[in-house]
């Protein structure tokens, strides 16, 4: 079951996959969203198996202490809140009966600081510390995450056509990160080969952070 805001979007993305996938059009921080995709998703497939908390919002970019109270909230309603309510969704439906496992899509700028991504760091960070948290109260359930570095998605366009080639040259793969490069670990992490993993967030970054240490 795919998520997202935009039903036409979601319909795309579904006509280039295989298998049986359907959609649920829902907006991530909304009250109740994942209840109802939870919901959903259990009428549709028959369970739940797996919950991706994926989505992501970033509306400020600035020094810390400028950001205003709207574009805060926001930010905390999609990256943090919305994994947490969510989780407690398919938790309630499905994993407490079942156990499943729980994937948290967080950023290397949770464990970094960066000029300009003070807000949005501070919501990855959370995240971090939730999926450990929630994995020491949810087991069997396992909780893992993925803390990515700049890969080129539409949601990171601006970083990606401002800073790219620059970033790309300094590290030591010389390359920025690819969709399928973090989809292969989700796969990984997400299967019954990770099935001793749990409350750990794993960095894939092209060796970004080991050339910033050098």
């Known amino acids: 079951m795919l998520n ?24 991530t921080g909304d009250e109740g969203a994942g209840d109802r ?3 959903a998703t259990i009428e549709r497939f028959g369970g739940l198996d797996i919950l991706v908390n994926n989505a992501a919002t970033n509306p ?40 499943g496992t729980i994937l948290n899509i967080a950023s290397v700028g949770g464990m970094r600081v960066e000029n300009g991504l003070g807000i949005y760091n501070l919501t990855k960070a959370a995240l971090i510390h939730l999926t450990r948290q929630l994995a020491g109260e949810l087991g069997p359930t396992r ?31 010389k390359r ?16 019954d080969m990770a099935s001793w993993i749990t ?13 910033s240490q050098n």
Do not use: C, H
Request: net charge negative; charged share 20%.
């Open 60 to 99: 400020y970019f600035g020094s810390t202490l400028e950001v205003d109270e709207p574009r805060y909230d926001k930010t905390f309603q999609v990256n943090l809140k919305a994994p947490i309510f969510w989780s407690q969704a398919a938790w309630r439906q499905s994993f407490k009966d079942k156990p």
């Open 143 to 173: 909780v893992v995450g993925i803390a990515p570095g700049l890969v080129k998605t539409d949601f990171a366009a601006l970083l990606v056509d401002t800073f790219g080639e620059s970033l790309a040259a300094r590290q030591p793969l």
């Open 4 to 27: 997202s805001r935009k039903q036409d979007q979601l319909e795309a993305a579904a006509a280039d996959m295989s298998g049986d996938v359907d959609v649920f059009a829902a907006n």
């Open 199 to 211: 409350g750990e967030t794993y960095v894939i970054d092209g060796g970004a952070g080991v050339a």
């Open 176 to 191: 920025l990160g690819e969709p399928e490069d973090i989809a292969n670990l989700a796969l990984f992490l997400a299967s």
């Open 37 to 39: 995709a939870v919901s």
